[in-house]
Structure formats: C-alpha cells, structure tokens
C-alpha cells in the first residue's frame, strides 16, 4: 500500500509563492512518474504538473507553465511544488499522485493519491 501525504498549503497574497510536498510511503517511489493536480470548487481535478521517475522531463500544463516547478528527492520518498508569482485563480485544493509512464497528465494514469492541500491566494 502507499500513501502520499502533502503539505506546505496555505493562505498567500497574489504575487507570492508557496512550496508544496509530498511525502510518499513504500520502496518504489523512485521507479515511477509522480504527479500534481488541483480541484477548484465547483471544478473538475485538473492536471497541473508531473515528473518522470529519474526527474527529468517535467511537464506543466500551460496555466502554470513558467511559474510552477515540480522536482523530486528520491532519496526522501518526496515529490515538490514550488509555486511562484501565485493568482487568486491558483486558488484549489492540491493533490499530489503516482503515475504510470513517462509524463502522465491523465487522471487515469494515475494510481495513487494523498488527501490534498488547500492553498488559497487573495487578490
């Protein structure tokens, strides 16, 4: 069984920046793809980052693309979310996931998932 918890969320001024973790349990972390999501009220959970199991090829989806950065400490069981230059539309609840494959941005390709973190950023 593995469990993914996160953290770092909170309460941010547009502008500003947050880093989010991700604490997975389990041996196999680094032998797969990890993933960010997020769900804004009333929304669908929609794609937002991932990174392969090496750490390479990370892939954004374009609302964060030059803002948001994903990286991984394999040696921690720990996947990241640094957050910068934060909207008010970034505002959700922020679920970190293990995925399947070398970029996975489908909610499908992924198998496991924490309980989220709220971050909510004011205008």
């Known amino acids: 069984q593995v469990q993914l918890v996160e953290s770092g969320g909170g309460l941010v001024q547009a502008g500003g920046s947050l880093r989010l973790s991700c604490a997975a349990s389990?041996?196999?972390?680094?032998?797969?793809?990890m993933g960010w999501f997020r769900q804004a009220p009333g929304k669908e959970r929609e794609f937002v980052a991932a990174?392969?199991?090496?750490?390479?090829?990370?892939y954004y989806a374009d609302s964060v693309k030059g803002r948001f950065t994903i990286s991984r400490d394999n040696a921690k069981n720990t996947v990241y979310l640094r957050m910068n230059s934060l909207k008010p539309e970034d505002t959700a609840v922020y679920y970190c996931?293990?995925?399947?494959?070398?970029?996975?941005?489908?909610?499908?390709?992924?198998?496991?998932w924490g309980q989220g973190t709220q971050v909510t950023v004011s205008a």
């Open positions: 996931a293990r995925g399947h494959g070398l970029r996975p941005t489908e909610r499908y390709e992924y198998d496991y």
């Open positions: 389990g041996r196999t972390f680094s032998s797969y793809a």
């Open positions: 990174i392969s199991w090496s750490g390479d090829f990370p």
